[in-house]
């Protein structure tokens, strides 16, 4: 339960922190000047190469766990749980 | 209890019948015809935008027309039944109990469904699945908008019905020797939508009842001209429709966690963590509807307090896919049908929640808002995670309820394509977007970008549509053809992993 507990809240700071910290950068205090455009495809960009290598991790994770552990793979052994017949 | 068509019965008696597995079989079947019709009217809406200009549709009204009854059967009459159907199905014998907790209500619950699909199909409206006001007070025409309306109704108390169902069956009827904390996760999925349904429904009942008083000229709640507020049926409308994201989504991901751990051949990694982000999103679900109004001129707290509230769904979603794959991990995978269908629906709801942050950023939904991004993001989570989990899982329940399998080849064929297909649909909207297509319009500049993205699109629709012919033909081929199969092991798995075992509840 600490374990997943921990995860939630890893998983929390990580996502939202920095997205809120973007968010903010909007800006629309009167008198500041902001060139929203600039800015919003600015962080368009980062989101989404922060998106595209988070993507690529789980996607690449996919992938290899397909290719790992697919029955038909070589290096495919029972799992203990088959041995005991419940799972 | 199962094999409900391998010994034929008078129509009437499954029909008139109140029993879990019978009712299960109407939704199923009242599902899938709905899958079907709503299908059609997509493959329409794509090919129609394969050019710009007016190719197969009369007019831009008809246009209307077509995407709002697509989009309001698909989620209504498609996807919430057919979770329907699988609840009936599993949920009492899941729990141990011989049927659901109030039967006779589950089958008027069912009932319901078919004269409100009529109301809405035979109406024709075309106000968007939103009904946008003041559009559908003052100059949507009736009855095709108040039949929508009452459709909209009915449904609305069919789903009420369903969920005090299945809380009442999930918490009051368990086997005694089995607590909260053993029913299997699929049965908490339903108990989590089911909570939500309860929370969120009766917010756009009062809006329907709202609109519809503002529509006879009773009222004046969204109309502008009579003091009123458009933006006020947004809050009202999202508020439930937000949070039945989840009500979608939820059930999707429960069925996924009973393929995935049989066909890993191992339990599922973490019981407790995919209950606690089923509860967690039931939640986190009521703190984000206002990210749909960013453009509506909202303060900037109450922007990053809603943006805040969409961003933890991120952590519970992704609680979800790291437990799906850990389960995978260092398991033997068989790659039968229903393992495709869920492992894909995986790869694609990470790419959904993906595009998901990005437009939850209040920056950047100023880019993106009612463009095509917005249809390609939530089409990828509709298709691409619910409807993936929901066929496979259909797949997963074939042998159960017909006692027959069915091809094999064909559902992976259906598979393929499908997955191909999706991608080319939606992917390619997300990119249409950025290149600042509006959505819901029927006819578009000539622009070199927007037409090659329009085609692709278009034709992954129509390889999705080849596909969903495969499937089709599958089922019913095998319905009445399939070879005959073990229940107890129909995947050939070996072991006894559960429920045809206790897939034993006799008709009454």
Known sequence: MKG?????????????????????????????YVDRRVLIWNLFFRMMTVAFTVGAVVSGTIIWLI????????????????????? | MVLELQKPRPIWQIMFSTHHTDVGLLYL???????????????????????????????????????????????????????????????????????????????????MIPPAGALIWLGFADFTWYATPPYSIISAPGPAADMWIFGLKILGISSVLGAINFI???????????????????AWSFLSSSLIILVAIPTFAAALLMLLTDRLGVSGFFNPALGGDPIAYAHLFWFTFHPEVYVLVIPAIGMMYEIIPRFSRKPIFSYGSGVFAFVLLSIVGFSSWAHHMYATGMSFTEKTVFMVGTLAAVPASAMHVFNFLATMWNGRIRFSTPMMWAVGGIALFFSAGAGGVVNSAMPLDFSTHDTYWVVGHFHLFVMGTIAFGSIGYLYYMFPYVTGRMYNEAMGKIHFILSFVGTVLVFFTQHVLGLYGMPRRIF???????????????????????????????????????????????PFGLGGKYYYPFEARNPHH
């Not at chain 2, 794509?46 to 710009?52: I, Q, T, W």
């Not at chain 2, 009442?168 to 699929?186: R, Y």
């Not at chain 2, 095998?478 to 229940?487: E, I, M, R, V, Y």
């Open chain 1, 4 to 32: 997943m507990l921990g995860l939630f809240l890893l998983l929390a700071v990580v996502v939202i922190v920095p997205v809120a910290e973007y968010a903010f950068a909007a800006g629309d205090e009167p008198g500041e």
């Open chain 1, 67 to 87: 290719l790992r552990f697919r029955e038909s793979n070589p290096k495919a052994k029972p799992t203990p749980y088959e041995k005991e017949g419940v799972w």
């Open chain 2, 29 to 111: 079947i009242s599902s899938l015809a709905f899958l079907f019709l709503g299908g059609t009217l997509a493959l329409a809406i794509r090919a129609e935008l394969f050019l710009p200009g007016a190719q197969i549709i009369a007019d831009a009204m008809t246009f209307n027309r077509m995407f709002t009854v697509h989009g309001t059967t698909l989620i209504f009459l498609f996807i919430i039944p057919f979770a329907s159907a699988v609840g009936n199905y599993f949920v009492p014998i899941m729990v141990r109990y011989k049927d659901m907790a109030y039967p006779k209500l589950n089958a008027i619950a069912f009932w």
């Open chain 2, 168 to 186: 009442v069956t999930i918490l009051k009827c368990k086997h005694p020797d089995m607590s909260i904390g053993q029913v299997p996760l699929l």
């Open chain 2, 443 to 489: 006819d578009y500049p000539p622009i070199p970008e927007w037409i090659a993205m329009n085609q692709i699109a278009s034709v992954g629709a129509m390889i999705i549509g080849v596909s969903m012919a495969v499937f089709l033909a599958n089922m019913i081929h095998s319905s009445a053809k399939g070879t005959p199969t073990d229940t107890d092991d």
